[in-house]
């Protein structure tokens, strides 16, 4: 089952890259979260604080990249939605450190939001109260949610 969810969000990955092709990973990994978010009932993948909190919850996998960060997605995925897996089978958990060792190394020597631009040159975030705000660099927007 866990390979099945892993599988699952890698395919989705890819099918999003093939219908936006030109798309940041951070937008393809926000679609992907709002996706399954939505499949699970939890979400309106059309409601634009479903969006932005699809953003916020893959911008540190935003830093890797294919098919590493779909893969980390996966495993995200994984630990929220079967716990019980990744306690009995601690390699999930373990790869998802793994995966995520280079994000952690550019958090602590300040290079996070270099990395962060530079693989998703597309996008721009501004701090808010939330955390920050998303959007393509082409639409201007204030440092506040309305």
Known sequence: ????????????????????????????????????????????????????????????????????????LGLLFLSEERPDIVSALPRYGQEFDSLLLPVLQATMDGTFFQLYERLNPHMQYVPSRAGFVFGPKEEQFGSEPE
């Open 1 to 72: 089952m866990a390979d099945e969810i892993l599988r699952l969000q890698e395919a989705a990955y890819r099918g999003a890259q093939d219908t936006y092709a030109h798309a940041d990973p951070h937008v393809l990994l926000a679609h992907v979260w709002l996706s399954r978010m939505a499949a699970r009932g939890l979400i309106n993948a059309a409601d634009e604080d479903a969006k932005q909190n699809a953003f916020r919850a893959t911008m540190q996998l935003s830093l890797l990249p294919w098919p590493k960060n779909a893969r980390a």
